[in-house]
């Protein structure tokens, strides 16, 4: 467990923050969405499963393995190679990426059973085994949001210390990939199944397959996809918009204040290749209504948000991150470990909050 200063001190140091927002107060999630059900009850009627999901994602993947045959003889540090995998390939994996997102809360499919599977097959083109592993700590994330010990998405007191700067931001940025794969595996321990092992060994049986068949050029296209997917690439802005605090108070005293918004939304046009993930208060608020309704239920529910905060760029998100002295990776709302207890009773195929 962290060191955490005591109640009241204030973590504003010359507009800069020095500790993470710790606050007692639950996240706003859970009371936005009774309170959304009460008013609207018909909002329901929007969870379930999106039937289209499977097939924009096999189209997706499909255009990757094109993207790979052909360059299969194509120099990886070529300008045409390098073009071709920041534009096209890390698009794709971004969009990848976010498939196995809506796959893990089972909005592809009605049992969990299939959105697994088919993750595995979407994973394919990342050329790292990824989709098993993401769905529990995503619903760790889901369930504890801000917590210390269980919401993986939350930087470690070590990174926000060591990559407070402009240089460390920078580089979290660049290489926020690596930090979000890591992370997990150090924080917090999840459940291992035999979805798992099937992963792992259809991932590599079809790296070894690509290899043997098209050469390493077209295997280091997948991995150069990821890589600019999780990097300095104009989708990825969602991962530091989502979740940092991008309007920080001049004055914040731990456990006392009021916590400043801990979820912003995105409405751009960059929805479109990501699965509208951009609309994440509205995804934290119903992780059962899929990436196609999630604009119905802002509209539905507009009054509920109007008045929250949200990026109008995710270009400019990421740029704002690493450039501006107040934001730092200090900048997340922290919240003590809800126990044990509480973990040990988390139902992973639960997606419905």
Same mark, same amino acid.
């Given at each position: 467990m962290?060191?955490i200063?005591?109640?009241?001190?204030?973590?504003?140091s010359n507009?800069h923050?020095?500790?993470f927002y710790?606050?007692?107060?639950k996240?706003?999630?859970t009371?936005?969405?009774?309170?959304?059900i009460k008013?609207?009850p018909?909002i329901?009627?929007?969870?379930?499963?999106?039937?289209?999901?499977?097939?924009?994602?096999t189209?997706v *993947?499909?255009?990757?393995?094109?993207?790979?045959?052909? /360059?299969?003889n194509?120099?990886p540090l !070529?300008?045409? &190679?390098?073009i071709?995998?920041?534009?096209?390939?890390?698009?794709?994996n971004? $969009?990848i990426f976010m498939?196995?997102?809506?796959l893990?809360h $089972?909005?592809g499919?009605?049992?969990?059973l299939? $959105?697994?599977?088919? !993750?595995i &097959? *979407?994973n394919?083109?990342?050329?790292?085994p990824f !989709?098993?592993?993401?769905?529990?700590y995503?619903?760790?994330h889901?369930?504890?949001?801000?917590?210390?010990?269980?919401d993986?998405d939350?930087?470690?007191r070590f990174?926000?210390?060591?990559?407070?700067?402009?240089p460390?931001?920078?580089?979290?940025?660049?290489?926020?990939i690596f930090f979000?794969?890591?992370r997990?595996?150090c924080?917090a321990?999840?459940?291992i199944t035999?979805?798992h092992l099937l992963?792992? *060994?259809?991932? &590599?049986?079809?790296?070894?397959w690509?290899?043997?068949?098209?050469?390493w050029?077209?295997?280091?296209y997948f991995l150069?996809?990821?890589?600019?997917?999780?990097s300095?690439?104009?989708t990825a802005?969602?991962?530091?918009?989502?979740?940092y605090?991008?309007s920080p108070p001049k004055?914040?005293?731990?456990f006392?204040d009021a916590?400043p918004?801990?979820t912003? !939304?995105?409405?751009?046009?960059?929805n479109t290749?990501v699965? $509208?993930?951009g609309?994440h208060?509205?995804?934290?608020?119903f992780p059962?209504?899929p990436?196609?309704? /999630?604009?119905?239920l802002?509209?539905?529910?507009?009054?509920?948000y109007d008045?929250?905060?949200?990026h109008e760029s995710?270009?400019w998100?990421?740029?704002?991150f690493?450039?501006s002295?107040?934001?730092t990776?200090?900048?997340?709302i922290?919240?003590?470990?809800?126990g044990?207890?509480?973990?040990?009773? *988390?139902?992973?195929?639960?997606?419905?909050?």
């Open positions: 962290s060191k200063e005591a109640p009241g001190a204030d973590i504003i507009g923050p020095t500790d710790w606050t007692q107060v996240d706003p999630h009371i936005r969405r009774k309170l959304i008013k609207y018909k329901t009627k929007l969870c379930g499963p999106e039937p289209l999901t499977k097939y924009i994602a189209g *993947v499909l255009t990757q393995f094109t993207a790979a045959y052909l /360059l299969r194509t120099y !070529s300008p045409l &190679f390098l071709i995998a920041y534009v096209l390939g890390g698009t794709c971004q $969009n498939c196995i997102h809506e893990s $089972n909005l499919f009605k049992k969990p299939p $959105n697994k599977l088919f !993750s &097959f *979407v394919l083109p990342i050329a790292v !989709s098993a592993s993401f769905q529990p995503h619903q760790l889901h369930k504890f949001l801000g917590d210390e010990n269980y993986t939350l930087p470690t990174e926000a210390h060591f990559l407070k700067n402009v460390g931001k920078l580089f979290f940025a660049t290489f926020q979000y794969a890591l997990p595996v924080i321990s999840i459940p035999y979805i992963n792992v *060994v259809a991932q &590599f049986a079809f790296d070894y690509v290899v043997t068949n098209w050469g050029y077209s295997l280091f150069l996809s990821s890589f600019f997917a999780g300095l690439h104009p802005g969602h991962f530091v918009a989502e979740h605090i991008f004055h914040y005293r731990k006392i916590p918004a801990e912003y !939304s995105y409405y751009g046009p960059l290749l699965w $509208n993930v609309y208060n509205e995804h934290h608020d059962y209504i990436w196609s309704r /999630l604009p119905e802002r509209k539905q529910a507009a009054e509920f008045g929250l905060p949200n995710w270009v998100t990421i740029f704002d690493i450039f002295y107040d934001i990776m200090y900048n997340r922290k919240r003590k470990t809800a044990m207890r509480l973990r040990e009773q *988390v139902d992973f195929e639960d997606n419905s909050k």
